[in-house]
């Protein structure tokens, strides 16, 4: 059985789907602080109200369904994390850690920890970022998801849990509405240039940035996990990347589907985080040991990004 912890989340409402179509509806629990939408609550199936720092309840949820793996995806990202230092500290490296005591106390099989390229900062070489090269993260986020993949490393030498990460790009995604990202710029100007046709960026226009669609990132989560361990040749992290792009680039793609859609340029905060962060990735670890590859380009992503919006539209699934 399988534990999704943070399943209201950006990546965690497409895991599930994921999860289930692979593993059956019965095999697949979610959980998350937050109750779902009403709508959201007949597609979750098993649903838990969880705190990843309440260790009793999670030890309770964990014996009540008798999980042997947990999908870790509860945490605080970059923007709001600036917001709110110390909780992003704890919830980020407590709550991974308690996913991990309690799979050495329960012998999980296994655990996934989503890592990020917010674990790079200003002295990290920006073109083509290596797996192994200085990483001194300027957010709290990244500090905390830095440490996680150290915790991950620590308990998979010290007690052999057989926990896998990857350090995400920003990812992009019509399924669910991300929170407090500093990519979700990526997101947000799709449904803007549907029914506004128009989009303020807090991001300057020449801002590059590693990213991936959804569909990339949930299928290279499920082949690193169905990987055999002896694949894994990282256990802190690995890089994972399929295309870099700019504010600029993402408007011209969405002005080849509606010519009349306009982009204007505010950068605010986060800006300065953007900048902290690698412009593309090396992620040639990833495809050496477990075959990874990217399938969608931003254009391709674009297509698809702008038809299921306004599928959603107009079905009310996306409000
Ligand atoms: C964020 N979407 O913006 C996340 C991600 C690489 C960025 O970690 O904080």
Redesign the pocket.
């Known amino acids: 059985k399988i534990l999704v912890i943070g399943s209201a989340g ?1 990546l965690g409402t497409e895991l599930v789907v994921a999860l289930k179509n692979v593993y059956g509806e019965a095999n697949v629990v979610s959980a998350d602080v937050r109750e779902p939408a009403q709508v959201r609550k007949e597609e979750l199936g098993h649903f838990e109200k969880l705190d990843v720092l309440n260790v009793p309840r999670l030890a309770e949820v964990i014996e009540k369904y008798k999980i042997t793996q947990i999908y870790h995806l509860a945490a605080m ?3 709001t994390g600036e917001k709110h230092p110390k909780h992003a500290w704890h919830l980020n490296v407590q709550g991974l850690l308690n996913v991990l005591d309690l799979a050495v106390e329960k012998k999980l099989h296994k655990i996934y920890f989503p890592s ?3 674990v790079f900062g200003p002295t990290t070489p920006k073109i083509n970022t290596p797996q192994f090269c200085s990483m001194e993260p300027t957010t709290v ?1 990244g500090i905390s ?1 830095q440490a996680g993949e150290g915790w991950c490393n620590y308990y998979f030498r010290k007690y052999g849990v057989d926990v896998r990460s990857l350090r ?4 992009i995604g019509y399924k669910s509405m ?1 929170g ?5 710029y990526a997101v947000d100007i799709y449904h803007k240039a549907l029914y506004a046709k128009q989009y303020e960026c807090f991001l300057a226009e020449n801002t590059y ?2 990213m991936m669609y959804m569909d990339d990132a949930i299928r290279g989560t499920l082949e690193l996990m169905h990987a055999d361990s002896h694949k894994i040749t990282i256990r802190t992290s690995y890089n994972i990347s399929a295309m870099s792009f700019s504010p600029k680039e993402i408007a011209q793609s969405i002005q080849k589907h509606i010519p009349e859609f306009t982009i204007s340029y505010k950068p605010d905060f986060r800006q300065a ?1 953007a900048e902290s ?1 690698p412009q593309s990735i090396d992620d040639s670890s990833a495809r050496n040991d477990w075959g990874w590859k990217p399938e969608y380009d931003l254009d391709k992503m674009t297509e698809v990004m702008l038809k299921n919006i306004k599928i959603g539209l107009e079905k009310g699934t996306i409000v």
Not at 168 to 171: D, E, F, I, R
Not at 180 to 184: E, K, L, P, W, Y
């Open positions: 950006q990202l970059s923007a990020t390229i917010a986020y998801k995400y790009p920003g990812l991300p407090g990202g500093t990519t979700d940035l590693p985080i962060w």
